[in-house]
């Protein structure tokens, strides 16, 4: 009995208490809204992130936040294309460095940083601080791979606001790769004491906003820095919701319930646009989409395969039916927008009649099966496939499409397990040099297909070396030409990016790392 | 008279009545006949499927993308152009084939699992019975995406996913049949004169147990068909292009906003009708032959 009323009266205080946490939550909600009215924003991302760490970054949603929580020495400048603004990679401009000089040889660096800058510690921005950050970059996972990129050799701090980086050799694409988030400054002092990992869950940076809560299964909530170095932010709270599905996502936006949704499905961007509250920015983009092909397993191996299959894709319909329009063919391994990109040598079209001469002059006449690997996650990728496949089996090539979930995905990429699949790619770096070497050089990092062509690679290294622009470009135009005729991808887009927002949300810049600056906003 | 004779003859009669009354019932019970009209249909479909669709399931043709229906394709086009119709058609075939192998993986390995514990019982048969209430414990579509990841996506795993799923259900079932069953004269008398237990099983306990399980069997067949579907839903089952309800479902849920509701209302009412008929025969068979039920009504 006893025990029964413990319970009756346990329950009833749960209730109570649930009722009153309701009712608090609800005023609190009502009070901060009008607090906030005007100055906070919401904006719709796809992904939860994996690390507050910039040196480990490496999804858009923890590039993001790491962005917004850190400055870096420089930055990009911005320039308007018809009517967007947009980011010039090749305009370095001040950022916590007020002014840098690069000695005559191109091998030393010497920034001198902002005399006000302060980290959200209260901390001055000082030089130990950026030796400290490279520090970091080159002792993490992920972004030693930029260091050794960016041919750092040494950072000194000469005195407490001038900082000296000593590279390898001259890189041309040093200050481009420096303005990344990897290479974000890090309050060093705030640091003592705590291990590595209090970056992976916390922020040390001077950025316009400090990360105030952020769970990877719901939301990050982002408040402006009031003691912001470049002045305070116009927009005091920026919540970043966590929404997976993308009809969510344009669901909230047309509802009004976001002031900003990314990666919008091309299929809803009518939809939106007839939305009179909202806007579309619906801009070119680095990230292409490829068709790989492991060249080291049969019968990939052989170019007139490679050849026959790139001659079978059905390019207008992956633009036309799959992207409505938000996408434009490639045509080159390196996207449009990129210094130095030729077409030449691109010869392919969809030809189903060419794509079966060259299976017969490849000796398989036949056809023949194999297996394809659907990575999850982008519902662009599982159309193309489809069409892909039903291409195919006209020229008698089977494709056993296998879905895999994406971490298993990026795996068998890396791990390079997988026969042929459809992956995207992002160049942070808007160059040739940059990203030929990461994809297509043999030695690259991500040339997870086998792609070795020794005249490519000697291209490649010969065009680091040169300092002239003209004559690099001319190297790389050269590369792109035997790289077309070798077909190690069969490329498909270059992706828009597409962004809805309210008409009243101001300040949008396009970066290269699609990384939003919430700074510039304002509504 | 010998005392088997006056034994065996009541029997016979009582089986002769039950018969007539097995086929009465069932047809005097009208929710089973509408669940029976939907098996049969299916299975016809299925089984016609390559005769009577106007068009090939996996033919894409993205010119006619997106079209509501039509006299050219009766139930519409999805985003690739392909035809609902044949593909819904041709989805019956890989639905009930799921069903049909996930319900036979269940039964066969549940059913003399749960045999085996209840009638030798002691450590073996606590050890059965607690590896099934292990297999329990999850939720039963989590434990199916957590073996159909396991193996990998593929109808062959889903169909793995869906019997593995539905063993410990059908051995607990059997379990307490045959607990109350060993108990009985009958068997009783045939341990006696030494019959092997495996005799005992197969042709004693097993017969009379078939009742609960073959009403079971068919409510498990519904539930098998809607835990591939929701596995093809989410990724883990069938690869594309094969057309399945659950992943049909999956490809057309983004586009019920911009309008197109075609592409996941005709399939789910392909779900909803198959899984209605095998729940509603599955509940018209037990009315019929579970005893204390009929003497209820």
Sequence with gaps: MLVKNKWKSSLALLLAGALALTGCASNANSNQSNKNKGTSMTIAYSDGGQTLDPAEAGDLTSDTLTMNAYDQLVTYGVKTVDGNQKANTEDIKPMLAKEWKASPDGKTYTFTLQDNAKFHSGNPVNAESVVYSMDHVKNSQNGSFMYKMASIKKVTAKDEKTVVVELERPNHLFLQMVAMYTFSVIDSKEMKGKGKDYLKTNTAGSGPYKVEKWDPASEAVLTANANYWQGAPKVSKVTMKFIKEPSNRVMLLNKGDVDLAIEIPPKDVDSIKQNAKLNVTSTPSNRILYFAFDQKVKPFDNVKVRQAINYAIPYDQLVHDVMYDQAKQLKSSIPSSMPGYTEEGFVYKHDLNKAKQLLKEAGLSNGFTFDFTLGSGFDDWKDDAVLIQAELQKIGVKMNIKPMARPEFLTGVDQRTLTSYISKWTSFVNDPGYHLGLLLYSKGSSNAFGYNNPQVDKLWEQAELEKDQQKREGLYKQMQVLINADAPWAYLYEYNRVIGAKKEVKGYVTYPDECIRFFPLSK | ?297
């Excluded at chain 2, 607990?179 to 042709?203: H, M, P, Q």
């Excluded at chain 2, 509701?261 to 729940?279: E, K």
Aim: aromatic share 10%; glycine share 10%.
């Design chain 2, 1 to 297: 008279m010998s005392a088997a004779e006056v034994s065996l003859s009541p029997v016979s009669v009582k089986n002769k009545k039950k018969k007539k009354t097995f086929f009465t019932l069932m047809l005097r019970n009208r929710l089973a006949l509408i669940g029976l009209f939907f098996i049969i249909i299916w299975t016809l479909f299925a089984l016609v499927a390559p005769f009577i669709a106007p068009h090939s399931p996996t033919e894409t043709d993205t010119i006619s993308k997106l079209q509501g229906p039509t006299a050219a394709h009766w139930l519409g086009t999805d985003n690739y152009g392909r035809d609902i119709l044949s593909r819904i058609l041709y989805g019956a075939r890989i639905s009930i084939w799921t069903g049909l192998i996930g319900v036979g993986i269940s039964f066969l390995i549940g059913v003399p699992l749960g045999a085996i514990a209840a009638f030798y019982g002691g450590k073996i048969g606590d050890f059965i019975m607690r590896c099934m209430d292990v297999l329990l414990a999850f939720p039963s579509l989590i434990l199916a995406m957590a073996i159909a990841a396991s193996l990998g996506p593929g109808l062959t795993s889903a169909m793995i996913a869906v019997g593995i799923v539905g063993i410990p259900e059908f051995a607990r079932l059997m379990y307490g049949q045959t607990i109350t069953l060993k108990e009985k004269e009958f068997v009783e008398a045939s341990k006696a004169i030494g019959v092997k237990d495996t005799t005992i099983l197969f042709r004693h306990i097993f017969p009379n147990a078939l009742g609960p399980i073959l009403v079971h069997a068919t409510l498990s067949m519904g539930f098998a068909i809607l835990v591939a579907s929701s596995l093809s839903f989410l990724g883990l089952g069938i690869q594309p292009p094969t057309p399945e309800w659950g992943a049909m479902i999956s490809e057309g849920r983004e586009y019920i906003i911009t309008g197109q509701w075609w592409l996941v209302t005709f399939p789910g009412l392909a779900i909803a009708t198959s899984i209605l008929g095998f729940n509603l025969l599955g509940d018209g068979l037990r009315d019929v032959l579970d005893p204390r039920l009929r003497s209820s009504k």
